[in-house]
């Protein structure tokens, strides 16, 4: 699993059990995995904010076009471009 996602989980475990206490007894498991499926869908939209991001500064920067994230969206910059 990615750090990032584990770093989320802890951090949302630590907050769960300060407002609660602890979780009901049996539900560890399976609050675990919801955790996970969110936190893990949570990079993913991460990674794909940050891609649209790069377009639209890649864009204003170097190309001196102003666009949205909606044009950026249909967009691919290459890997020259990004760096």
């Not at 989980?9 to 609660?20: D, Q, S």
């Amino acid at each position: 699993m990615h750090y990032i996602v584990i770093e989320i989980i802890n951090t949302f475990f630590a907050y769960v059990c300060r407002i609660k206490n602890k979780l009901e007894e049996g539900t560890e498991a399976a609050a675990e995995l919801v955790i996970t499926k969110a936190c893990r869908k949570l990079v993913v939209d991460l990674h794909y904010e940050g891609r649209l991001q790069c377009i639209v500064n890649c864009h204003r920067a170097i190309l001196r076009e102003k666009i949205t994230k909606d044009d950026a969206r249909t967009l691919q910059l290459t890997r020259d471009e990004y760096i």
